[in-house]
């Protein structure tokens, strides 16, 4: 039986947060969501907010013998972030970073091409972006997400999520303009325990939530 704090799945989750992010429709803000977990729950909050809608292409750095704990992540044009805290607790060597850096890099650059066929990405010049994920476990992703967004001219950035350990809100609220979280339960293991539903979201998915935003957005914004 699921909890009263639990989330149906990632559609409900982003219902609930786009509610919570109305103030910011005056903005005309951008709507980023994070590929691939966060583009359900960035869909609802565009259509909510009425706001256009991108992916956000960033890879987490599993630590080799532990995937699921990142002790990075890799953002487009580059972008690279480490917890060297934990880079010397685990003593990662960099060849071992060196190896999961590069395949993350491989998958990074197929996504682009996958979800960017034939689109620019949309200009976040002197626009407020709100970056959209299903949860924040250690920040790190969102941390490489910010510097990506930043790089890219948007005036204020904005990191909006269902869930997240106390821990990471905190730490993304040390580099984001404003930090939006539904829940900081105090007993958090995963994102996915929130969810009555967290299967995983293809690659298919993530085209048709696009595709389908796209077709519905006029006038088209710029490239970046």
């Known amino acids: 039986m ?10 409900d989750a982003g219902r609930l ?20 977990g966060g583009m359900p729950v960035a869909a609802e909050v565009a259509r909510i907010l009425d ?25 487009e044009g580059g972008a690279k972030v480490l917890n060297q805290q934990l880079v010397r607790q685990l003593a990662l060597t960099p060849s071992e970073m060196a190896v999961v850096e590069e395949r993350e890099g491989v998958e990074l650059a197929r996504r682009l091409l996958l979800y960017r066929a034939g689109h620019d990405a949309l200009s976040l010049e002197g626009r407020t972006a709100i970056i959209v994920d299903d949860g924040l476990a250690t920040g790190a992703t969102a941390r490489v997400a910010i510097e990506v967004v930043r790089s890219r001219g948007a005036r204020a950035v904005v990191v909006a999520v269902p869930v997240a350990s106390t821990e990471a809100r905190d730490l993304i609220a ?13 007993e958090f293991r995963a994102v996915g325990q929130w969810y009555e539903n967290f299967d995983q979201t293809p690659d298919d998915e993530v085209t048709r939530l696009l595709d389908e935003h796209r077709s519905q957005s006029t006038p088209k914004l710029g490239s970046a």
């Open 51 to 75: 706001a256009p809608l991108d992916v956000l292409l960033v890879r987490k750095l599993g630590v080799p013998y532990q995937p699921e704990l990142a002790f990075g992540a890799l953002g």
């Open 174 to 186: 040390r580099v984001a303009d404003v930090v939006v979280c539904l829940k900081t339960p105090a």
């Open 2 to 11: 699921a909890l009263a704090t639990t989330f149906v799945d990632r559609v």
């Open 17 to 36: 947060l786009g509610e919570e992010l109305l103030s910011f429709a005056p903005e005309r803000p951008v709507v980023l969501g994070l590929a691939r």
